[in-house]
């Protein structure tokens, strides 16, 4: 086999021969299209922006005809931790990335000791090719809930970038060890495993897995991609 190496996000590249997926972080997969919006229309009088002061939620709505001493009109949306995190994460969902992140900090910096929020801007930052940025977040979520398996799988996805293999295998395994169901962190493992010098048997058992419960959770298109490397693999061993 070839040498690969270059692990993308949500991106068909190669290991030798073999077509590589390592599938999206879990927060962007809350939608079946990822937000394309790059840069951000100005806010219109229509549109509605939130602030965070303290636990409380506000949302507010620029005035279309602003005053000296008043440009926005603001009111309660919730309180709490759980709330504004709910909001934060429609908000990215909806392609909303900016007042996403903006609310992801806020939760941070008011909450610091929750994971939660940790992670999702890792997550979300990781997307944005922020390695570093995230690498620091998601490690800091793992340092408050050594069991989320989400955020260890994102880390290896992180590792993986910076060609770190080994470091994010052993992310990767720490998440199925979390959740031995989760089939996206036992593709990216068994990916990760048809590297050179690393366990192609493991690799297979661990995707051919991925592919059962891809298929029981109706992820068909995961499922028929990881059989796409699985036949690569057949036919790669076929010929030596």
Not at 62 to 86: F, H, M, N, Q
Request: glycine share 6%; charged share 25%; aromatic share 6%.
């Amino acid at each position: 086999m070839r040498s690969l190496f270059r692990l993308s996000l949500c991106l068909l590249t190669a290991v030798g021969s073999f077509p590589l997926i390592v599938t999206q972080p879990a927060l962007a997969q809350r939608s079946e299209n990822s937000p394309s919006n790059a840069t951000q229309p100005p806010i219109t009088p229509d549109q509605i922006f939130y602030e965070v002061k303290g636990s409380e939620l506000k949302a507010c709505r620029k005035l279309a005809k602003p005053t000296k001493d008043k440009d926005k009109e603001c009111v309660e949306a919730g309180r709490g931790y759980s709330t504004i995190l709910r909001t934060a994460n429609s908000l990215y969902s909806d392609g909303n990335v900016a007042d996403a992140e903006t609310l992801y900090r806020k939760l941070i910096e008011r909450f610091p000791k929750e994971a939660e929020a940790y992670y999702k801007l890792g997550s979300l930052l990781l997307t944005q090719q922020k390695n570093s940025d995230a690498i620091e977040l998601l490690n800091k979520a793992i340092s408050l809930n050594a069991d989320h398996a989400k955020a260890h799988n994102d880390l290896g996805i992180a590792f993986a970038n910076n060609g770190e293999i080994d470091a994010a295998i052993g992310e990767w395994r720490a998440a199925v060890k979390i959740n031995p169901d989760f089939p996206d962190a036992l593709t990216n493992l068994g990916l990760g495993l048809l590297q050179p010098g690393q366990n192609k048997d493991e690799a297979i058992a661990n995707l051919k897995k991925a592919k059962e419960l891809f298929i029981k959770q109706g992820r068909n298109q995961q499922a028929d991609r990881v059989d796409q490397v699985l036949q690569e693999v057949s036919k790669e061993s076929s010929k030596s």
